[in-house]
């Protein structure tokens, strides 16, 4: 058997890279790479088994159904809103193919709820990011890093002495070196993190697995990052930006360079009702589970071919 891992060509987000990394702890060997967004044009003679997790997709039409060169293992599978992806990823063709391969395991509970009402046996598996391995001692003088927050929402006493970071790269690096950059902050936050504020879910997860506080901004409302209220951490909304009356295309009126600046009234309302001492979720009984589940799911699919 062949084993497969995914590279994205269309993204800039490292989130994606620590996705693949989780995978590949499941797999004997990495003997190819598929680029998520294009598996239905992978030309690959030999079959090769790939765990269907992400974020699917920014082309649907051009990703599913994949080619038969691929064994599938659903697991942390997640249709975006962002696009047309809903409306394709349950049409009749698409369904099908998912019925073949059955039981999907999906990232968050309304991609469960959507493909079991099309029929499709599916189960919530939760996201593979959480099964990275927890680290075995808390930082001696640990930092707090920042991941895509701003600055001006945070106490001064976190924004004077943090350590501020962004999963987005420029997108001319090769997969090689954004895979690389993905190791080296999994590293960095299990070394050196005594607190970890984001936006970004692929951030969040793989921390909580490591046993590190998190505090996590987003849309609670949002299906994508659902998850994380499922975890029991709380979601906290980013303060809304002070709105002005001001022409649609500021790029002539240099006076205007400020208007995206956050309200201070409001920022200081929102702070006070965030926990900035969070305690680390103890993630490691349910953590065994997902362990086991994607391993047995891996042996089942193997076992049927």
């Known amino acids: 058997m062949k084993y497969a891992s995914f590279i994205y060509t269309t993204s800039s987000n490292l989130g994606d890279q620590i996705q693949s990394l989780a995978m590949e702890q499941f797999l004997p ?28 997709s920014h082309f649907p039409d051009k990703c599913f159904p994949p080619s038969d060169t691929i064994t599938p293992v659903f697991f942390g599978f997640h249709i975006t809103d962002w696009n047309e992806s809903i409306e394709y990823f349950l049409k009749p063709l698409s369904v099908d193919y998912l019925k073949q391969h059955e039981p999907i395991g ?44 701003e600055k001006e929402i945070l106490p001064e006493i976190i924004s004077r002495n943090a350590v501020y970071i962004s999963h987005i790269v420029n997108p001319i690096w ?12 999994l590293n960095l936050y299990r070394e050196n993190a005594s607190l970890v504020i984001t936006k970004r879910l692929h951030c969040a997860l793989p921390c909580i697995a490591m046993g590190i506080p998190v505090i996590f901004f987003g849309d609670a409302n949002d299906y994508r990052v659902s998850i994380i209220k499922d975890l029991g951490l709380p979601i906290y909304p980013l303060p809304d930006k002070n709105k ?21 009234k409001i920022i200081n309302s929102s702070i006070n009702d965030i926990n900035w001492n969070p305690l680390a979720i103890d993630f490691e009984k349910e953590k065994s589970i997902i362990i086991e589940k994607v391993k047995d799911r891996i042996e089942s699919v193997i076992n049927d071919i």
């Open 29 to 56: 060997s990495i003997d190819a790479k598929f680029d998520r967004d294009y598996l239905s044009e992978v030309t690959n003679k030999e079959k090769h088994l790939l765990i269907m997790q992400g974020w699917f």
């Open 244 to 264: 002005k009356n001001i022409p649609k295309n500021t790029s002539r009126f240099p006076f205007f360079r400020n208007v995206g600046k956050y309200n201070k």
């Open 174 to 185: 090769g997969e090689e070196i954004k895979s690389l950059m993905a190791i080296k902050l």
């Open 106 to 149: 999906c990232r968050d509970k309304k991609t469960m709820e959507m493909l079991i009402e099309k029929g499709v046996d599916a189960f919530h598996s939760k996201c593979l990011t959480l099964t990275f391995p927890k680290r075995l001692k808390e930082p001696k003088q640990g930092k707090v890093f920042v991941v895509d927050v």
